[in-house]
């Protein structure tokens, strides 16, 4: 980029503000932050400034009410790169669920004066409504993935896209496959990679926080689960659940169950 | 290449060989039950191996059992052979400094040496090796890294007297008893090990041990299990070279039907003892002074693998299964001057769906036999 100071926004949406958490985790790294970058706008951490033009705006979250579409596509006119980070902002989140939910019933059962809510009819994925730069998935994103982006854009290049399965950085790390040695219902052969294998690490089930990897047949792994014993409605809570608006999960999810296999 | 039986080492005496590995300077790895499945771990002095465990693999499925035998050894393979060892699955092979005039200094990483012995290796696993030795230590292209590693090795191997359902070594030829490629081979009997030496630094442990003489029973016993071991095996490969029959087949509709159930999770080539590719890509800090380049276990079946310049060749499953079987299986006696499988079954146990090799080919190139 130029020889002054890259100018740096991060925004939040309809999510838990846990993904930005990623940037205050960097620990020493944040004073290499700071030289490289003028955070410009930055709820979370202090600065405010969201009408100002930037050359990098992160976007947490995924947009739910009317007002949401108005800010995002002023946010795309300021900002010469726009990244997503995390499940809400590329794949809708946990909200996305009511996608698949009568919205109304909840509205009126769960608010005290539903009249004062107004939301979208869909929870959608930042890239719905603009067009978005690059895409950093995971529920939340880490800070290894958002040094990687920062440095990739600074340099001008574009940035890696993980897109492998979580089986690869599982195996790298010579944990024993959940699945195949005590039989748990594991999303890593369809899941994107970028955690590091944790779940597995720690001798968990993946839960497909990531989304979904490229090319990911999850018909084959449905039809797996259900020769594990699971039912098509505890396969479906498989697929949809962080990454409601995935449409890979989405549709393995509405469908409830593999051919194959 | 090794002696007749000769030495048997009383199952009380087995400690011995630890201590003389260790006084001769190796660490010791050991087959140790983790996560469900037998795993290689570090072995601490005066520690002992663990007895009983027997190991049931079917496709797709992996589970151990503890059963009240004496033995050290009755199960056939854990999810991971040699490779770990020699080839990692993620290492720095240089790296770069920038000083505050923009000067940059590279620096190659090396490998330090590390004396290990291994406890317990399969015949499967030594055939497994000696492929990616071809590989890795070609004389046009030596990988100084593998080099270091492989050159740390001490292989106490053990004939395998308990192969899984899914083992087909018999059918490749690359077992359940070890030719060549170890320091010692063990022969385990109930009551002991008969133990002979395969190389100089074998012969020089096993002169150090109490050993007694092979007595004509056990010698019987052993030549009666190795014989069980080998006959117990279902599965099996063509044992001919496959490389012409598989190349005519690229369109054969086996592989669109094995595409629709392989996940490309990559499971099969991480396991695979002998599956080598791995991709490259710098890791560098966000002050931009320092950045590492770093090599780590790829795979024909992710996409990556086959992006060329914009274009990705191998775009779906189907390409990648094909691309993964004709190689292995066929193209590999080109290069390698073999196949490139050694029959220890893991691509069968560890996918996550149970796709079996030996499946897939017959049906592919049964029209050709």
Redesign the interface.
């Given at each position: 980029m130029s020889a002054t100071k890259a100018k740096v926004a991060v925004h939040k949406f309809s999510s838990c503000d846990g993904c930005q958490l990623a940037f205050l985790n960097?620990g020493e790294?944040l004073l290499?932050?700071f030289?490289?970058v003028d955070i410009i706008h930055f709820a979370e951490a202090g600065p405010l400034n969201r009408e100002a033009s930037v050359d990098i705006s992160f976007v947490e979250g995924s947009l739910s009410t009317p007002e949401d579409i108005h800010r995002i596509k002023k946010i795309r006119e300021k900002s010469r790169y726009v990244t997503t980070i995390g499940a809400c902002a590329t794949a809708g989140g946990l909200q996305a669920l009511r996608n698949v939910a009568q919205q109304d019933d909840w509205i009126q059962s769960v608010y005290a004066t539903p009249q004062y809510i107004s939301s979208l009819d869909q929870v959608m994925p930042i890239h719905e409504q603009i067009a978005v730069d690059f895409e950093l998935r995971g529920c939340p994103v880490n800070t290894r993935q958002i040094?990687?982006v920062?440095?990739s854009l600074?340099?001008g290049v574009t940035p890696?896209n993980e897109?492998?399965?979580v089986?690869?950085e599982c195996?790298?790390?010579?944990?024993?496959?959940?699945?195949?040695?005590?039989?748990l219902p594991?999303m890593?052969?369809?899941t994107r990679a970028g955690c590091g294998a944790l779940c597995p690490g720690v001798?968990r089930d993946c839960y497909g926080c990531y989304g979904s990897a490229?090319?990911?047949?999850t018909?084959?792994?449905g039809?797996?689960f259900h020769l594990l014993r699971l039912n098509q409605n505890q396969v479906r809570h498989r697929f949809v659940s962080f990454n409601g608006a995935d449409p890979v999960f989405a549709s393995a999810g509405s469908m409830g169950t593999g051919k194959?296999? | 290449m090794h002696s007749p039986l000769r030495n048997f080492l009383p199952r009380n005496n087995f400690s011995e060989l630890l201590t003389a590995l260790s006084d001769g300077g190796y660490r010791c790895l050991a087959p140790k039950v983790c996560d469900g499945a037998i795993v290689y771990k570090e072995l601490p002095s005066q520690d002992t191996l663990s007895t009983g465990i027997s190991i049931h693999q079917a496709p797709g499925s992996y589970r151990v059992e503890i059963t009240d035998s004496a033995r050290n050894f009755g199960w056939s393979n854990g999810p991971q052979g040699l490779k770990p060892l020699v080839f990692k699955s993620r290492e720095t092979l240089w790296s770069v400094r920038r000083d505050t005039n923009g000067q940059m200094t590279f620096t190659e990483s090396a490998a330090e040496p590390d004396p290990v012995a291994i406890i317990g290796v399969r015949s499967c696993d030594l055939a497994a090796l000696a492929l990616q030795d071809k590989h890795f230590l070609n004389n046009h292209n030596r990988d100084s890294h593998y080099q270091t590693r492989r050159a740390s090795l001490f292989l106490v191997a053990v004939n395998c007297t308990h192969p899984s359902d899914t083992c087909f070594c018999a059918s490749t030829g690359d077992g359940p008893t070890a030719q060549d490629g170890f320091d010692l081979l063990l022969d385990e009997l109930d009551d002991g090990f008969v133990i002979r030496a395969g190389t100089e630094a074998g012969e020089k442990i096993l002169e150090t041990l109490p050993v007694d003489p092979v007595a004509p029973e056990q010698a019987e016993a052993i030549s009666r299990q190795n014989q069980r071991a080998r006959e117990c095996q279902t599965r099996r490969l063509p044992s001919r070279n496959l490389e012409q029959a598989l190349f005519e087949n690229l369109e054969h509709p086996r592989w669109r039907t094995v595409a629709q159930r392989c996940l490309s999770c990559a499971n099969c080539t991480s396991v695979c003892p002998t599956c080598f590719c791995y991709s490259e890509q710098d890791t560098g800090t966000l002050d931009f002074t320092r950045s590492e380049h770093v090599r780590e276990w790829d795979s024909c079946f992710t996409q990556g693998h086959s992006y060329i310049h914009g274009l990705t060749i191998r775009a779906d499953t189907k390409l990648r299964y094909r691309q993964w079987l004709t190689h292995k299986l066929g193209s590999w006696h080109s290069q390698y001057g073999r196949s490139g499988c050694v029959g220890c079954g893991r691509c069968i146990s560890w996918c996550p769906v149970g796709i079996d090799i030996t499946e897939e080919v017959t049906a592919i190139v049964s029209a050709e036999t």
């Open positions: 960097m790294d290499a932050l030289d490289q040094t990687a920062l440095r600074l340099n890696v897109q492998d399965k089986c690869m195996k790298r790390q010579h944990e024993v496959c959940a699945m195949v040695a005590r039989g594991c890593g052969p369809v001798g490229e090319n990911a047949n018909a084959s792994l039809g797996r194959n296999d | -």
